[in-house]
């Protein structure tokens, strides 16, 4: 009797745990974390994804399951799931940020659609920039490889009393701050293109005073972005790989792989 208390014991630890740490992660990464997906359905699929890495996984060495140890435990787990899937979420925002930016650059910024992923109103180029790496992100597998991310993590940290380490949670603070380099990088081009156009009206302006330059520069700015965004989108392609590359890199640091 007591050996199958036993085995029932370590079976609810192998699930309830890793499930913890899967569920935080599912519930922040991008596509799936998103607003517009129903929490029941996010849930259910976390289950069937913890079910299904069970027999891959090591098996928990903590089976003290009614005790407040198990409630630390499980705090533990919600921490490394939900580093893991803030990354992703910083990864995003490098697109979104960079999209904002060139709007308010070029008048397009009155321009407001609601981001279905953070429910707040952001700027048109911002939301298609966000569609954009969103459907990149996608077709590269980017979901599959943060899957794979927290499978390796039960092996790096495993289910013990091992915490992060101060400097890890550090780097995840400094990542935040390489997300605005890396769009002030994205919308460059775009933002010293509209610079010139803005510079060269204020010349127009100071050569023939009478003219009305805010009936004519306006229209013409908001043109002039669209034309520069469309000249510099092969630019998109390479720096979505380059942030995302530095994305992994930066989740192997967090777990220690």
Known sequence: MDALLQQIMQYQAD????????SAMMMI???????TIPGPIKSAYAVAFTIMVMPV???STFTNLFSFEMAI???????????IGFVSVIFLQVFVVAGQAIAMQSGLGFASMVDPTNGLSVPAVGQFYLILSTLMFWSIDGHLAMMQMVVKSFYVLPITDVWFSTGKFYDLVLFGGWMFAAALVLALAPLVAMLVINLSFGIMTRAAPQLNIFSIGFPFTMMSGLIVMWLTMENFVFHFDKNWQRSIEMMCTMIGC
Do not use: Y
């Not at 990464?29 to 607003?35: H, L, N, S, V």
């Open 15 to 22: 699930l309830l745990l890793p499930f913890a740490r899967i």
């Open 29 to 35: 990464m991008i596509a799936i974390g998103g607003k």
């Open 57 to 59: 996984l090591p098996p």
């Open 73 to 83: 435990r499980v705090f533990q787990q919600i921490m490394i799931g939900s580093a």
